[in-house]
């Protein structure tokens, strides 16, 4: 809000314990007091360098920034040093299309907001939003408490009959 945003959904609610804030499942109203923790919360920007933008925050949180070109879009994007992931929001196939190819993230939504992806695939970023070397919850988790063996081989028709062939 210091920089001018504009709270949609204000998940600092949770926090106050109010009957009329208590989300729907929670028993106890003072359970979110012991931590960093809060509701949903949906930020809508008005500028691309504020700061809920430009750094990797985890929860119920989404950002919303309205851009005026798809090249602004990706520039944006792409100029951050996280990449766990984007989405866009668009009717159009080929405007989708480049974008998916031109985002840097591991998961790109398109129009969706958080684009977690369904079994088999794996949850995890790139660039700075990576831990090690491979996606420990994708094939690289497989890879990693497994072995592997390569075989080669090479068959010929035998020319002779025996009992080895």
Not at 21 to 35: F, L, R, S, T
Not at 41 to 62: L, N, Q, W, Y
Not at 69 to 80: C, D, V
Request: proline letters at 5%.
């Amino acid at each position: 809000e210091a920089e001018g945003c504009k709270l949609l959904l204000d998940g600092r609610m949770w926090l106050k314990g109010g009957a009329a804030e208590i989300p729907n499942g929670v028993d106890n109203p003072g359970m979110c007091k012991n931590g960093f923790w809060m509701g949903p919360t949906i930020i809508m920007h008005k500028s691309a360098e504020d700061a809920a933008i430009r750094e990797e925050i985890f929860g119920p949180v989404i950002s919303i920034y309205e851009c005026a070109t798809l090249e602004e879009a990706i520039a944006i994007e792409n100029s951050n040093p996280y990449g766990n992931a984007a989405c866009i929001y668009t009717s159009s196939g080929a405007v989708a299309e480049k974008a998916t190819q031109r985002f840097s993230a591991g998961m790109v939504g398109v129009n969706i907001g958080v684009p977690v992806p369904r079994e088999p695939f794996s949850f995890g970023g790139i660039n700075m939003s990576n831990f090690g070397d491979s996606d420990i919850t994708g094939e690289g988790g497989i890879n990693f408490f497994s072995y592997t063996k390569k075989v080669t081989s090479k068959w010929w028709i035998p020319k002779e009959k025996h009992w080895l062939n």
